[in-house]
């Protein structure tokens, strides 16, 4: 079974780093594209940004272009996403994707990470 | 503001037939790249529901349709249960924006 599961909830501080972590298994991880998508409170899905493992090839949405930095390890078939200074506004739930496809779709889909920025 | 527009919310009673639309433009949908939609419950992970305009993944019931149609594309539920209260949101390619882009969500209510 394709799996992508993910690190648990996150409390920090404005101004604090973070590193979130989305392990995937039941495939060769190298081998798919894996999306970040936000969900701030309320609010819809937004794309933001892709990694392909076997190379680190990394693409962004322009919203959030230099706000955060997507990586992966594939030799433990891990990717991150990381902020270096938390701001109240990236409160919100964090998930990852499998892309997949010609004209990609995301399948499967991990359970999701909350970060809540609150000083 | 989403890229893709999606109405808020849509609304039916069980066994009814509603539709959600998802209107893009020509960088997108406009542009011949696919449309596919995910099923959202509270607290759990977005499901993957049509991919490809109108294909349905293995274990969808076939009572999830979707079509495509110029700068547009619909999701049908028809035999509406309560299991089908949730969030529905679309998704395709731009390519102004070298990337994907989603709607903003339809809440699909059963009354």
């Known amino acids: 079974e394709v799996q992508l599961v993910q690190s648990g909830a996150e409390v920090k501080k404005p101004g604090e780093s973070l590193k979130i972590s989305c392990k995937g298994s039941?495939?060769?991880?190298?081998?798919?594209?894996l999306g970040w998508v936000r969900q701030m409170p309320g609010k819809g899905l937004e794309w933001m940004g892709i990694i392909y493992p076997g190379d680190s090839d990394t693409r962004y949405s322009p919203s959030f272009q230099g706000q955060v930095t997507i990586s992966a390890d594939k030799s433990i078939s891990t990717a991150y996403l990381q902020w270096s200074s938390l701001k109240a506004s990236d409160t919100a739930m964090y998930y990852c994707?499998?892309?997949?496809?010609?004209?990609?779709?995301?399948?499967?889909w991990g359970q999701g990470t909350l970060v809540t920025v609150s000083s | 503001q989403s890229v893709l527009t999606q109405p808020p919310s849509v609304s039916g009673a069980p066994g009814q037939r509603v539709t959600i639309s998802c209107t893009g433009s020509?960088?997108?949908?406009?542009?011949?790249?696919?449309v596919h939609w995910y099923q959202h419950l509270p607290g759990t992970a977005p499901k993957l529901l049509i991919y490809g305009n109108s294909n349905r993944p293995s274990g969808v019931p076939d009572r999830f349709s979707g079509s495509k149609s110029g700068t547009s594309a619909s999701l049908a539920i028809t035999g509406l249960q309560a299991e089908d209260e949730a969030d529905y949101y679309c998704?395709?390619?731009?390519?102004?924006?070298?990337?994907?882009?989603f709607g903003g969500g339809t809440k699909l209510t059963v009354l």
């Open positions: 998704q395709s390619y731009d390519s102004s924006l070298s990337g994907s882009v």
């Open positions: 039941g495939y060769t991880f190298a081998n798919y594209w």
């Open positions: 994707a499998r892309r997949v496809g010609a004209t990609p779709w995301f399948d499967p």
């Open positions: 020509s960088s997108n949908i406009g542009a011949g790249y696919d």
